[in-house]
Each structure stands twice: as structure tokens, then as C-alpha cells.
């Protein structure tokens, strides 16, 4: 158990739809990076939140957006669903620059966009 | 756009055999992961090596990294059908973003 929380577990959506995911952090971790896993694919970078701003971004598109919480929670957001979407969403916390570099990963948010 | 590529994509072996797997990456590294996830799961941390490390150990995990060929390889010695699951190597270069390769898929056979 990593302590990193999401929810929910699982969601279907249709086309054109919003998803709001959510995720808390390992106790004392101030950073938090989303990823996408599409079937059978690796992990791929959205973005990631260090006190409250986006401190970087990988190749997604604005539909894609995030928020961190003063308690480092955290919420991805997608706008105007696609089919391509469908994939496990993954939210890790770490320390920043933290002695190891290691992400603690949540179980994923599994979303199926019909 | 992924950093790294495993090799093999799908291993299979039988119980208490050696499982290797190779990463290979592009551009320069501050240190290596391997991650392993089981199906549909969250990744779980397996063990870090630094870009002036060349040797790793943790329990039957042995890494190794050739930086000047850009490539790692996670040994698990004795494997176990518990082992089973998708391996992922991820690097972090001066972004400090973590980025992930493909995956291998091992599956151990009781």
C-alpha cells in the first residue's frame, strides 16, 4: 500500500463528456504527476503539480487539466471526451527532488469512453 | 512519447528460472527505475539506479546500466509465479519527469 488514493475506481462516459478524476497524496508529498495508461501500453506522462502549479507537461492537449489543493490533493480533468481516451489513469506523489526520485503510484482510475 | 524500450515485449518461463529484461533509452539520464505492475494495477517501485552506478541489487532483483550504451537490464533470480507481471524501466533526465518504456510482460509458470 502506497497510501496514494483514487477515485473512483472505475467510470464510463460517453463522447463529448467531461470526467473529473481525483487523488490524494502520500502523507508528506508535495508533488503530484498524473499519467495515462492506454491497454497494453506503458505509462504516459500528462502532467505534474509542485505546490499548487503545473510544473511541466507531456504531449496532451488543453482538454487536459489539472488542480492541486493546498493539502497536495489533486484532480485531472478532461474535457470533451474522446474515444481515445479510454485508458487507466494514473496519479503518482513524490517528494520533489526527493532523495530516491521514486513515485508512489495509486491504483488508477479506469475510464471508458463509449 | 516513451524514453525507453524494453526487450523482450512477453517472456515466459518456468518457476525457480532466471528472467531478464532490457531497457534501452535516448538522451542522458540522473537515474533509472523499474516499476512493476500486475494487471490493471498501480506500479510499484522496485529498485533505482544512478547514472554513476553500473550495479544494483535488492533481494533476487539485479540491475545493471551501461550508460555509454544507454541500457539497463533487471535480472530476478529464482522467479516465482507471484512474479508475474508487466515490467516497466522509466528514466528522469534534467526535467526530473519520470517517463516510462512499454513494458515487458513476464508471466512464470508454476
Known amino acids: 500500500e502506497t497510501g496514494v488514493t483514487q477515485s473512483p475506481t472505475h467510470l464510463i462516459k460517453t463522447r463529448g463528456q467531461q470526467v473529473t478524476l481525483r487523488c490524494s497524496s502520500q502523507s508528506g508529498h508535495n508533488t503530484v504527476s498524473w499519467y495515462q495508461q492506454a491497454l497494453g501500453q506503458g505509462p504516459q506522462f500528462i502532467f505534474q503539480y509542485y505546490r499548487e502549479e503545473e510544473n511541466g507537461r507531456g504531449n496532451f492537449p488543453p482538454r487536459f487539466s489539472g488542480l492541486q489543493f493546498p493539502n497536495y490533493s489533486s484532480e485531472l480533468n478532461v474535457n470533451a471526451l474522446e474515444l481515445d481516451d479510454s485508458a487507466l489513469y494514473l496519479c503518482a506523489s513524490s517528494l520533489w527532488w526527493g532523495n530516491t526520485g521514486e513515485l508512489f503510484f495509486g491504483e488508477g482510475s479506469r475510464l471508458t469512453v463509449l | 512519447s516513451q524514453q525507453g524500450e524494453e526487450d523482450p515485449q512477453a517472456l515466459s518461463i518456468q518457476e525457480g528460472e532466471n528472467a531478464t529484461m532490457n531497457c534501452s533509452y535516448k538522451?542522458?539520464?540522473?537515474?533509472l527505475q523499474w516499476y512493476r505492475q500486475n494487471s490493471g494495477r498501480g506500479l510499484v517501485h522496485l529498485i533505482l539506479i544512478r547514472s554513476n552506478e553500473r550495479e544494483k541489487h535488492s533481494g533476487r532483483l539485479r540491475v545493471t546500466l551501461d550508460t555509454s550504451k544507454k541500457s539497463s537490464s533487471l535480472l530476478i533470480t529464482a522467479s516465482r509465479a507471484a512474479d508475474t507481471a508487466s515490467y516497466f524501466c522509466?528514466?528522469?533526465?534534467?526535467?526530473?519527469?519520470?517517463?516510462f518504456g512499454q513494458g515487458t510482460t513476464l508471466q512464470v509458470k508454476p
Open positions: 522509466a528514466t528522469t533526465g534534467n526535467t526530473g519527469k519520470l517517463i
Open positions: 538522451t542522458s539520464i540522473n537515474n
